[in-house]
């Protein structure tokens, strides 16, 4: 049963121009949403977080817009640079002690 | 400060073997996560132990167990090994259980042949 879903599995950018990365939830318990970002023979690395109660964080580059009605989230990199070429993966957790986590975006940002 | 660290980095196993992963949180951490990533697929969860306790279990079948140390590092061990237990084992550590941010370490590369 996937509750969290990416249903872009890749997207390709122009450095310096705007990234959005989309995902959808099903599960109403969800409390907490994070993106991370992951590079080839690495582990997954926090990138910025959303509690439900907010509609917006932004952290440098990067924010991430949370529509609770929708039960979507996105996640905007601006500028995109070529560092950013990773796996991004959405991932949300309801008032327990596990993430679950989206199948990831496979961004590629261009020269 | 170092990161969470896991041993070994890639392991090649035949079916029907046994195999442990080990895990050492981030310092201070008292809670280490478990989790599974098949090739194209996000990481799924399979335990959580939080003061060397058992806090939570994925849907996993009972050939896989877990355990926690009291310096909070941490094993997960797989029985009978199928060709399916082929993944990225993954490991996170957190502050506690009401953390919401999991540190995820390298991973693990099992294949089972």
């Known amino acids: 049963d996937q509750q969290v879903k990416q249903n872009s599995p890749s997207l390709s950018v122009q450095e310096g121009r705007i990234s959005i990365l989309n995902c959808d939830y099903t599960n109403s318990m969800f409390d907490y949403f994070l993106w991370y970002k992951k590079y080839p023979a690495e582990g997954p690395t926090f990138l910025i977080s959303i509690s439900s109660i907010k509609d917006k964080n932004e952290d440098g580059r990067f924010t991430v817009f949370l529509n609770k009605s929708a039960k979507h989230l996105s996640l905007h990199i601006v500028p995109s640079q070529p560092g950013d070429s990773a796996v991004y993966f959405c991932?949300?957790?309801?008032?327990?002690?596990?993430?679950?986590f989206g199948a990831g975006t496979t961004v590629t940002v261009r020269a | 400060d170092a990161g969470v660290t896991q041993s070994p980095t890639h392991l090649i196993k035949t079916r029907g073997q046994h195999v442990t992963l080990r895990c050492s949180p981030i310092?201070?951490?008292?809670?280490v996560s478990w989790y599974q990533q098949v090739l194209g697929q996000g990481p799924q969860f399979i335990f959580q132990?939080?003061?060397?306790?058992?806090?939570g279990r994925g849907n996993f079948p009972d050939r896989f167990s877990a355990r926690q140390f009291p310096n909070y590092s941490s094993e997960l061990n797989v029985n009978a090994l199928l060709l399916g237990d082929s993944a990225l084992y993954l490991c996170?550590?957190?502050?506690?259980?009401?953390?919401?941010?999991?540190?995820f370490g390298p991973g693990t590369r099992l294949t089972v042949t």
């Open positions: 132990y939080y003061e060397k306790e058992e806090r």
């Open positions: 996170a550590s957190s502050e506690g259980t009401g953390a919401y941010e999991q540190y």
């Open positions: 310092s201070g951490h008292k809670s």
């Open positions: 991932a949300a957790r309801a008032n327990d002690y596990k993430l679950s």
